[in-house]
């Protein structure tokens, strides 16, 4: 059974930094590209960012590009989202996903499994 378990998030002021974590388990992990998808109360999901195989390729939304960056480590089936100088606009839930892919490309949609969700809250 796959799992994707988000955990960092909270309520920060803006200008703050977070770090949120996903573990993966009950998948070959190197297999699949990760992304970082949020949604906003009201608002439909947004993608934020993507991360190939290896780690070597990345994609970000231009709403968080140059503040947010991406990360994992394939020895501990986790990625990771360091989001830096966070603004109210960040507040949404934000998932972990994945999709299994046989090259190696960072990629923004047609995920194949979900986290539950992490809550991010930034007070301005």
């Known amino acids: 059974q796959v799992q994707l378990v988000e955990s960092g998030g909270g309520l920060v002021q803006a200008g703050d930094s977070l770090r949120l974590s996903c573990a993966a388990s009950g998948l070959s992990f190197s297999a699949y590209a990760m992304g970082w998808i949020r949604q906003a109360p009201g608002k439909e999901r947004e993608f934020v960012a993507g991360i190939s195989r290896s780690g070597g390729r990345t994609t970000y939304a231009d709403s968080v590009k140059d503040r947010f960056t991406m990360s994992r480590d394939n020895a501990r089936n986790t990625v990771y989202l360091q989001m830096n100088g966070l603004k109210a606009e960040d507040t949404a839930v934000y998932y972990c996903?994945?999709?299994?892919?046989?090259?190696?490309?960072?990629?923004?949609?047609?995920?194949?499994?979900w986290g539950q969700g992490t809550q991010v809250t930034v007070s301005s």
């Open positions: 996903a994945a999709r299994r892919l046989t090259v190696d490309v960072a990629t923004t949609g047609n995920y194949d499994y």
